[in-house]
């Protein structure tokens, strides 16, 4: 798959949403792989997601693994990725442990 294919997935579906908007589908729960960030709470770490895509998967194949996951789920790991690598400042949301 080339980068346009995988890049192209994403035109026109989550473009929509601002990267601050997407950046707050990722989160940290301490009681969730020890903090790691996660995607909306659930037992989904952001590496685990952009392992499957390093390892070669497409965004079809991992929507389809996760039926609860969305395509902008995918891109706020990219984007969390990136802003990581660039070792860019920017606040993000704890879940409160559950009562």
């Given at each position: 798959?080339?980068?346009d294919?995988?890049?192209g997935?994403?035109?026109?579906?989550?473009?929509?949403?601002t990267e601050t908007d997407l950046l707050a589908?990722?989160?940290f729960d301490p009681q969730i792989f020890d903090g790691k960030p996660i995607i909306r709470g659930r037992r989904l770490a952001v590496e685990h997601v952009l392992g499957m895509l390093a390892a070669g998967d497409t965004t079809a194949e991992?929507?389809?693994a996760y039926p609860w996951l969305e395509?902008?789920?995918i891109?706020?790991?990219?984007?969390?990725a990136r802003k990581m690598v660039a070792q860019e400042r920017f606040e993000?949301?704890?879940l409160a442990p559950a009562a």
């Open positions: 798959m080339t980068s294919t995988f890049l997935s994403f035109v026109g579906k989550v473009n929509l949403m589908r990722i989160t991992l929507l389809a395509e902008a789920d891109q706020a790991c990219l984007i969390y993000l949301f704890t």
